[in-house]
């Protein structure tokens, strides 16, 4: 059990994060700053939890948010989503969050959460094809994906 805490703990504590923000906020009214930041803070925080969760287990080829995929196999659709688990994931959830988005009131007490979190997936999304194509000059990520 040790190891399991250790090995996983940081999206353990980031999802315990997300949790609380979750559970404040529905306690919360978010016509007040405080209701407002807990409202903020779970798109915030979704995004962190499913970059921790997602780049443990899905790949994008040459870009420095991802671990490299496996060797290619015999498919090209078997390689194609090995190559490109990651990008193909955070598109079909971003059009499952627009897609929410769209038949939610605006006004609506989750509406605004639900606009972050669209918000937050096109960020994810659009880092993860940067990382692809552009480097930051001492960054740990573009030192080992680039060279």
């Not at 007040?32 to 080829?61: C, P, Q, R």
């Not at 038949?103 to 993860?128: D, F």
Request: neutral net charge.
């Amino acid at each position: 059990m040790r190891d399991f805490l250790h090995e996983h703990s940081l999206s353990l504590t980031a999802g315990a994060v997300l949790t609380t923000w979750i559970i404040a906020y529905v306690f919360s009214n978010p016509d007040t700053h405080l209701g407002s930041f807990f409202g903020n803070a779970i798109a915030d925080w979704s995004g962190v939890v499913v970059m921790v969760l997602a780049t443990k287990f899905m790949y994008e080829k040459g870009s420095a948010e991802s671990r490299n995929p496996p060797p290619d196999g015999e498919s090209f659709l078997a390689n194609a989503w090995r190559h490109h688990s990651l990008t193909i994931f955070l598109g079909v959830s971003l059009v499952g969050w627009t897609v929410l988005y769209a038949h939610m009131s605006v006004n609506g007490k989750w509406g605004q959460v639900v606009g972050n979190v669209v918000s937050e997936w096109l960020q994810s999304i659009g880092l993860v094809l940067l990382t692809k194509r552009f480097i930051e000059r001492r960054s740990k990520e573009s030192q080992d994906s680039k060279g």
